[in-house]
Nanobody, 111 residues
Framework: QVELVESGGGLVQAGGSLRLSCVAS????????VGWYRQAPGKQREYVAG???????NYGDSVKGRFTISRDNAQKTVYLQMRSLKPEDTAVYYC?????WGKGTLVTVSS
């Protein structure tokens, strides 16, 4: 079973940027789509962005135009570049591959 490890979270002021990384433990990563999700306190997990093995991308409405997902198959890594961050982006961010979840990385955006 593949393992996923997210990193890159932290505390940032509104308007700032962060780049999250999700590293997979297996090469099967390169032939599958990967998604980023987030869960804010007291809320359901929300879809953020996804990328196919061919590099096609899709975004949730709340992050379109601000977040960019990309992947490096050689490094078995998917990135989430987040710009123009808002307090409502505060959440634990998770990546998902074939139904497997990482443990998440916390992003906190201060106003």
């Amino acid at each position: 079973q593949v393992e996923l490890v997210e990193s890159g979270g932290g505390l940032v002021q509104a308007g700032g940027s962060l780049r999250l990384s999700c590293v997979a433990s297996r090469s099967s990563f390169s032939v599958n789509a990967v998604g980023w999700y987030r869960q804010a306190p007291g809320k359901q997990r929300e879809y953020v962005a996804g990328i196919t093995r061919g590099g096609n991308t899709n975004y949730g409405d709340s992050v379109k135009g601000r977040f960019t997902i990309s992947r490096d198959n050689a490094q078995k890594t998917v990135y989430l570049q987040m710009r123009s961050l808002k307090p409502e982006d505060t959440a634990v961010y998770y990546c998902n591959l074939l139904g497997t979840w990482g443990k998440g990385t916390l992003v906190t955006v201060s106003s």
